[in-house]
C-alpha cells in the first residue's frame, strides 16, 4: 500500500492542534453538518447504534439533528460528549501553561461497541494519517455499518492561495486532499461502494479582521514551510492591506473565499476470506474431478 500521508501536513503541528481544547464550533462546520443530514436521506438502513466523531470540532449541532432523525437509536457519544466538554471547561479554568490544559481529550476511542453509523464531520483534512484515521472508522463499525464524512477539497482557499503567491508568501493553509484520492484510501481500508461527491460553498466578509477570525475558528495552517516565528505589527498591518485585494465588486465589494466541501460515505462489507495464489491437486483429484464433469 502507498503511503499516504499528507507531504504538507506537519505532523508535530497537527497532533497540537488535535490536543487544543475547544468548547465550540465553527459556524461553517455546524453548516456542513446540517447539509450532510440532509444527504441521510438516501441511506435506507435504520442504525440502532452511532457514533459521533469528535462532535465538538465537527459541530454540537448535528448530535441534536443525527437523535432527532434515529429517535429510538443510542448514541455512541452521549457520555464521551459530556465528558469531553466537562474536561474542556475543567482546562479552560486552567492557568494557560498549566499541562491539563493541553492534555488531548478528542484523541480518545469514545466508544469500544461497534456501532452501524460513524458520523465524522469536517475532521479528515486536519489528519497527518488519514489513512490510519480511516482504518480506526473501519474498525469501529459493525459489518453492514456506513460511515458518513465530510472535508475541506483541494479547491478551498484558492483566493487566499493565489494572493500569496503573488506576494512571494508561503503558503497559508497545507494542501488538501481529492475526493477520487480518499475514495481509494476508503477502499484500501476495506469500505466498500464508496460514494463520493462535493460542492462550493462562497462566505463574504465585511472586513480581513473578520476573515481571519473565520479562518481561526476553522483550524491552523500545518503546513511544514509556514513561519515559525512570531509575526510583527508591521507585517499584520501589510496582510490587512492584501486582504482588502479579495474583495469581489459581484458582492457589494465583500472579501471573499471559496470553500470546497467533500463529503462521502462507504460501507463495511463482510470480511472476505483469503484466497490463495495457487491450488494444487494430485493427479488422482484431477482425474475424479475430469470423470464427474464428463458424466
Not at 465589494?253 to 463529503?263: C, N, P
Request: glycine share 6%; aromatic share 8%; hydrophobic share 45%.
Amino acid at each position: 500500500m502507498t503511503d499516504h500521508r499528507p507531504p504538507t501536513i506537519d505532523p508535530v503541528a497537527a497532533e497540537r492542534w488535535a490536543q487544543r481544547p475547544q468548547t465550540a464550533s465553527a459556524w461553517l462546520h455546524e453548516e456542513v453538518a446540517r447539509r450532510m443530514e440532509q444527504r441521510l436521506d438516501w441511506i435506507v438502513r435504520q442504525p440502532r447504534h452511532w457514533l459521533h466523531w469528535e462532535p465538538v470540532r465537527g459541530g454540537l449541532q448535528a448530535q441534536t439533528l443525527l437523535a432527532r432523525r434515529y429517535p429510538g437509536a443510542r448514541s455512541g457519544v452521549s457520555a464521551a460528549l459530556a465528558q469531553e466538554e466537562a474536561l474542556a471547561r475543567r482546562a479552560a479554568a486552567r492557568p494557560w501553561w498549566h499541562p491539563a490544559r493541553w492534555r488531548s481529550v478528542l484523541g480518545m476511542e469514545p466508544a469500544a461497541v461497534p456501532v452501524e453509523l460513524l458520523w465524522a464531520n469536517m475532521s479528515l483534512h486536519m489528519a497527518a494519517d488519514p489513512q490510519a484515521l480511516i482504518q480506526r472508522w473501519h474498525r469501529a463499525l459493525e459489518v453492514d455499518g456506513f460511515l458518513m464524512f465530510s472535508c475541506f477539497g483541494p479547491d478551498t482557499l484558492h483566493e487566499l492561495r493565489s494572493l500569496y503567491q503573488s506576494l512571494g508568501w508561503p503558503a497559508p493553509a497545507h494542501e488538501f486532499t481529492d475526493m477520487h484520492d480518499w475514495g481509494d484510501m476508503l477502499v484500501a481500508a476495506g469500505f466498500a461502494e464508496p460514494v463520493m461527491d462535493m460542492e462550493r460553498i462562497e462566505l463574504t466578509f465585511e472586513a480581513p479582521q473578520r476573515l481571519l477570525q473565520e479562518l481561526r475558528e476553522l483550524g491552523r495552517n500545518l503546513h511544514p514551510a509556514r513561519p515559525t516565528g512570531l509575526r510583527s505589527r508591521v507585517w499584520q498591518g501589510q496582510l490587512l492591506a492584501a486582504l482588502s485585494q479579495l474583495a469581489d465588486p459581484a458582492h457589494d465589494g465583500r472579501l471573499k473565499l471559496t470553500f470546497e466541501i467533500i463529503y462521502g460515505h462507504a460501507f463495511k462489507p463482510q470480511r472476505r476470506l483469503a484466497v490463495a495464489a495457487e491450488t494444487a491437486f494430485s493427479l488422482d483429484e484431477m482425474r475424479a474431478t475430469l470423470r464427474k464433469q464428463r458424466s
